[in-house]
């Protein structure tokens, strides 16, 4: 069986990294890769990268280009490129992309379709 490596992002290249002692409740919007290191809740909407670290605890519907999970995710995922699950990640939702990573010792409980999304970001009919 093959080894499947996951990239790992290098923090310091991101405009953005929402720290660890952050929690925000809403609809987040982003046009450049974002890190969440804290809590978030509601709805995350990106057209670039969003990266979950290990300790993050996401509660919210995220749509990105490319989703790559380390901690927590309580919600449904949707990427137009692909899923990044690392052996810490948590995620209790249904994954949709055309690439779907996961390491081995990742929790998913969930549904997974590897499907192109919807040109606007949503589920696939």
Known sequence: MTEVQINVV????????????????????????????????????????????????????????VVSVKGTVIGNIVARERVELFACASVDGDVTAPQITMETGCRFNGACRMTAPAIDGSSPA
């Open 10 to 65: 290098d923090e310091e290249q991101l405009d953005t990294v929402l720290a660890g002692d952050v929690e925000f409740s809403g609809e987040m919007n982003f046009k450049k890769p974002l890190m969440i290191k804290g809590r978030v809740s509601g709805v995350v909407r990106s057209e670039s990268e969003l990266y979950i670290d290990e300790n993050a605890i996401v509660e919210a519907d995220i749509s990105a280009t």
